[in-house]
């Protein structure tokens, strides 16, 4: 029965912070902007049984008192915050006034959080009147008490990972189904944007120009990385010279690096030039100006630039291998190479993962590469998502399309990485 | 130190605001050679006041400009004005409050007689507010040919867009590379906009870039406007320039035998020293229909928190629709002014052509004042496609083309 009770009380506690967060996002439904303080109260409701079921409600003379008047103190930091944005308040303390826009903000989260927090204070105090030993503490005092220090600790992180990658996402994904245009809309629009997307060339040419980019970069950053790694890792003469000039490119941004390619794929100046006035009058080498194969101009930009930072973590993996293992392999009479592919890559999966991941996210995400090089030409050929993101969001000034295409986007990146995550990081709890 | 230093930054603002004087940013994309010597104009007239203007000059045209100066508008951190094409890029920020009601300055000076046409204070107005003071009309459709290449190829210069295209091969025999074209999205659509005003009756015009009528953009009259703009794009094979100014010049030095382009490329013939009828020829409506349409730059002017700001705001509205200002401004730029009342005749051939035909009424809405910038966008992606993708035949584009119409709101 109690057990029953502290879950009633946390499960209230919870959804209404969803619903809170769901409404902040900008779903605008009558009975959902009630649900956070309709939930509150329930809790409310559950605790006030709890104390009648008690009879009494020892305040002073509590285990947990100085828990409770902690939340209490919370709860008045909080009102103090949505005292910040009161027009009056402000006009006898200008100094706080340069930051109304904070001060708005906050005041939403402020009259959520003051009934939460003295709400917490309440069932502290029932919990520290009820339970005077402490054999097995339970729910509410293991969520509310035990480890507080890392929890409070956590706040600021937990704030932004849950504003910035939760709330914002949210927010994002919702704007996509409306018809929001220079300035965000709420109303709901059903699948429009969506249609629209998919039935546009530009997108198509867009997905296409990333699959081919995205392949090869995978596959040949790997490679190039891992075999410059390798040559590097065999004690070489002048190593640290050449790990520099490796990676130097990495140094330079993105932008840098497409102007630079740029210029070096023109035919006027560039390797074409170079190439014919050795004597091959009819060498042609244009990528940059045929759509065919634009993007792969793109992708040797890419290429030149991130190999080396690929190479040095592959190199930091072959590092941590135990010089034992070379040992043994040798005193078995294993080849080099047979040792590099059945000993020491599977040795180095952890480096693997991580430089997959590394390069995966440099994929989706390329933009400026494109943007400096080519500007998405000749014509629409090599377009990329994220630029079609950017056009449509500030150039089109179509919110809506932009925040469909990066949905659309965010999706892609998280077909393929859920059953990854899945499978890397299910089994080693099982293991 | 650093609260010493913004004790400093509030004493000054304070001694500066006891006179009324105001800095305001001013922000532009006017950063070709004749732009800039027009902008010049502005902001030595601005100064000339007790107010100062500082100049905030975006490159990379108004697609790269447009979405910079619209999010610090909406961010919170607003200029002083700025320059937009007036239409319906500004209309949901008048909608949220961003923008400066300046119905008080425009009834002050009586704009509502001088400007002229008066679409174009129509496309400053929202809820009969007008927010936005125009400062140049700009038509598209006009063809700046290069008498030096066709000299070159021995033929005549051509009269109009027909005898253009039957020139090309002379051009091409000459090493000319016959039409001059940047590569960027809206350079292509202007050429297509073009071809459409020139090559179409005027109430067809208007079915489609009114009235946004889908049935007669994929109609046959507008296969036509295609299949010259299909010709156009063989014609343009060869001119590898991105910026629509390093396009004029290909024009200027003789290496191009024409551009479609708007007037304000005339500043760059003006700047390069060439005269028109002597070493370069314009062409409005292509050769064939006297008609221009008028979209045009104005300046908006972002709500701040400030009265002196405001006051000095208000001033430069009223400063740049002035005539002394117009006059000074619009002969540097190569743009025709808002005003049908001044005394533009030490303007050269090419201005008086477009003088003639604004006085003479013959006039349509510009681009940006029918249509989102959602959809020009829209629109710039399909012609750019089908600019460079020579296997995009005339009838993918028009269908295409017709559906984005259908589309637009």
């Known amino acids: 029965m109690q057990s029953i009770a502290e879950r009633a009380v946390l499960w209230s506690i919870m959804l209404s912070g969803l619903a809170f967060v769901l409404v902040r996002v900008g779903l605008e439904n009558d009975l959902l902007e009630l649900a956070p303080l309709a939930l509150l109260a329930l809790a409310a409701l559950v605790a006030l049984a709890m104390i009648a079921q008690m009879r009494r409600l020892n305040i002073f003379n509590n285990r947990l008192r100085g828990h409770a008047l902690g939340w209490i103190i919370a709860a008045g930091v909080a009102y103090l915050l949505s005292l910040a944005n009161e027009k009056t308040v402000q006009a006898a303390m200008p100094a706080i006034k340069s930051y109304r826009k904070l001060w708005k903000t906050l005041d939403g989260f402020a009259d959520f959080l003051v009934p939460m927090f003295l709400l917490f204070a309440v069932v502290l105090l029932i919990v520290g009147t009820r339970d005077t030993k402490l054999d097995r503490p339970g729910r509410i005092e293991r969520a509310l008490v035990s480890k507080l220090p890392a929890k409070i600790a956590a706040i600021p992180m937990a704030f932004t990972a849950i504003g910035v990658f939760v709330i914002a996402t949210l927010w994002t994904v919702y704007h996509s189904f409306t018809r929001s245009k220079l300035l965000p809309k709420s109303d709901f629009e059903g699948v429009f944007q969506y249609e629209r997307l998919w039935s546009t060339d530009r997108w198509w040419i867009s997905l296409e120009n990333l699959a081919i980019y995205g392949a090869c970069s995978m596959v040949f950053s790997l490679v190039i990385g891992f075999t410059l790694a390798t040559l590097l890792d065999q004690k070489i003469r002048g190593e640290a010279v050449f790990r520099t000039i490796l990676l130097y490119p990495f140094a330079l941004s993105f932008i840098v690096t497409g102007l630079v390619w740029q210029w070096i794929l023109t035919p006027e100046f560039g390797v074409q030039n170079i190439v014919r006035s050795l004597g091959f009058e009819n060498f042609v080498f244009d990528p940059l100006y045929n759509s065919d194969i634009v993007i792969y101009g793109v992708l040797i930009a890419g290429l030149w630039q991130g190999t080396g930072f690929i190479m040095v973590l592959m190199l930091a993996g072959l590092r941590g291998i135990d010089q034992d293992i070379w040992k043994a392999s040798r005193v078995d009479g294993i080849p080099t190479w047979k040792t590099y592919i059945y000993i020491i890559i599977p040795m180095m999966r952890p480096v693997f993962i991580t430089t997959l991941v590394i390069i995966a996210s440099g994929i989706v995400k390329v933009y400026d590469l494109v943007v400096a090089q080519t500007s998405g030409g000749p014509g629409l050929s090599s377009e990329v998502p994220a630029k079609y993101v950017y056009d449509y969001m500030f150039g089109g000034q179509n919110l809506g399309q932009g925040f469909a295409a990066s949905t659309v986007m965010l999706a892609l990146v998280l077909i393929p990485l859920i059953p990854f995550a899945y499978l890397e990081f299910g089994n080693r709890k099982n293991g | ?409």
């Open chain 2, 1 to 409: 130190m650093k609260t010493l230093s913004k004790l400093m930054a509030v004493s000054a603002l304070v001694s500066a605001s006891a006179v009324g004087a105001a800095e305001l940013e001013v922000t532009h994309w006017w950063t070709s050679g004749g732009e800039a010597a027009a902008v010049a104009e502005l902001a030595k007239a601005f100064n000339a006041t007790e107010h100062d203007w500082v100049d905030g000059a975006i490159a990379g045209s108004g697609g790269v400009a447009r979405p910079i100066i619209i999010s610090r508008i909406i961010g919170g951190e607003p200029m002083g004005a700025t320059q937009l094409n007036h239409g319906r890029q500004a209309e949901e920020m008048i909608e949220a409050g961003l923008l400066l009601d300046i119905t008080d300055v425009a009834e002050a000076n009586g704009w509502a007689d001088i400007i002229n046409p008066p679409k174009l204070l129509d496309a400053c107005t929202v809820d009969g507010r007008i927010y936005c003071a125009p400062v140049n009309i700009h038509s598209a459709q006009w063809i700046w040919l290069s008498h030096e290449a066709f000299a070159k190829a021995g033929v005549p210069v051509p009269a109009n867009w027909d005898e253009f295209t039957a020139s090309a091969d002379a051009l091409r025999a000459a090493d000319v590379v016959p039409l001059a074209m940047g590569q960027q999205a809206w350079q292509t659509e202007l050429a297509f906009g073009a071809l459409a005003v020139a090559l179409l009756d005027q109430t067809t015009w208007s079915a489609v870039n009114i009235d946004k009528d889908a049935a007669v953009a994929a109609g046959a009259e507008y296969t036509r406007v295609f299949k010259a703009f299909d010709d156009a794009r063989k014609l343009a094979v060869g001119s590898n320039v991105n910026d629509w100014n390093q396009a004029t010049n290909l024009v200027i030095t003789g290496q191009a035998g024409g551009q479609i382009h708007g007037d304000w490329a005339q500043g760059e013939f003006q700047v390069a020293g060439q005269v028109a009828g002597e070493d370069y020829t314009c062409l409005p409506g292509l050769g064939f229909t006297e008609v221009l349409d008028t979209g045009g730059d104005a300046f908006y002017f972002p709500v701040q928190d400030d009265a002196d700001v405001e006051a000095a705001q208000k001033e430069l509205a009223a400063l740049l629709v002035s005539p002394e200002v117009q006059v000074a401004f619009n002969l540097k730029k190569g743009s025709l002014p808002i005003r049908g009342d001044i005394d533009l005749s030490s303007a050269n051939d090419c201005m008086q052509k477009g003088l003639k035909i604004l006085a003479a009424g013959n006039v349509l809405p510009g681009g940006n004042i029918s249509f989102t910038q959602d959809t020009l966008n829209q629109m710039g992606d399909l012609m750019t496609a089908f600019w460079n993708d020579h296997s995009i035949t005339v009838a993918d584009v028009q269908a295409k083309y017709a559906s984005i119409i259908e589309n637009a709101d």
